[in-house]
Structures are given as structure tokens and as C-alpha cells.
């Protein structure tokens, strides 16, 4: 099966400057050992594999692998990743379109703001995403009452 990727240079608005990567679409059927091997071919610092989310109200499912491991987050394929679904879903407009995505990561959901600008570099910017943590606090429950 073919698979439809596209090369992206982040944080540039001129081509072949700024931090490159390769966004692959329709990425359900590979497996992890195939998108380590894809990822190795590519030879760029990351490469972002998008795939159908598991939450309904979710964009997409993003692995992102470098040429020798897969990581749980990082920022310029979440940035490039998110400009490339905004892109793939609504092509070439004539007016500018502002929209928010959630994009799942193996960190967790990350919710990133696109704008789409015809004629102009598109941009994008998340939420840092942080995984939730205990905190012990004690409370008077009479006082709150």
C-alpha cells in the first residue's frame, strides 16, 4: 500500500530554512518496527506518522520517531504535524481560517491553535503538554464547610 507523506520546514517561512521534517499521512496499518525503518529513510531529526485518533472529539494520533528512537512528544512535529492536517482538510483558501485542534501524543492530548493565511506561511502553536501529577495538600473540612 502507498503511503502519502509530505517534507516541512518549520519555523521558516522560506523554503529549505528553518527545522525540516516529514509528516507521513495515513499511518494506522504500520507498525512500529516499519515507521522506526521509515523514519531511518527519511534521515531527518524527527518524523511524524499521522494516524485516525481513539477520541471522538480529537484530531488526529501523532507518533513521532527520530532515525533511532520514537519520542512522546516534541515541538516542531507537533507544530508541523498540526499545520499539515489544518492543510490536508482544508487546501488552499481564499480567506483565512483560525481553528484548534487536539492532537493525541504519547505524552498525552495537546491542544494547538493553527492559522491558515492565503498567500503567507501557515502557523501553528500549542499548550505545553504536562502530565497530570498527585499533589498532597491537606484541607480543614469544617473550615471549607
Not at 507544530?79 to 480567506?95: F, L, R, S
Not at 481560517?97 to 487536539?102: A, F
Amino acid at each position: 500500500m502507498a503511503l502519502s507523506y509530505a517534507i516541512y520546514d518549520v519555523f521558516t517561512d522560506r523554503q529549505l530554512e528553518g527545522n525540516p521534517l516529514a509528516v507521513v499521512f495515513g499511518a494506522d496499518w504500520l507498525d512500529d518496527e516499519v515507521m522506526q525503518a521509515i523514519a531511518q529513510e527519511f534521515n531527518l531529526s524527527e518524523t511524524v506518522f499521522i494516524r485516525r485518533p481513539g477520541g471522538a472529539a480529537h484530531t488526529a494520533k501523532l507518533r513521532i520517531f527520530t532515525p533511532s528512537q520514537e519520542l512522546p512528544f516534541a515541538g516542531h512535529p507537533t507544530v508541523g504535524a498540526a499545520i499539515a492536517i489544518a492543510e490536508a482538510q482544508h487546501g488552499a483558501t481564499e480567506e483565512g481560517i483560525d481553528l484548534v485542534q487536539v492532537l493525541e501524543e504519547k505524552v498525552g492530548p495537546v491542544r494547538c491553535a493553527v492559522r491558515l493565511k492565503p498567500g503567507t506561511a501557515s502557523f501553528a502553536e500549542f499548550d505545553l503538554p504536562r502530565k497530570s501529577a498527585r499533589i498532597d495538600a491537606r484541607f480543614d473540612r469544617q473550615a471549607i464547610a
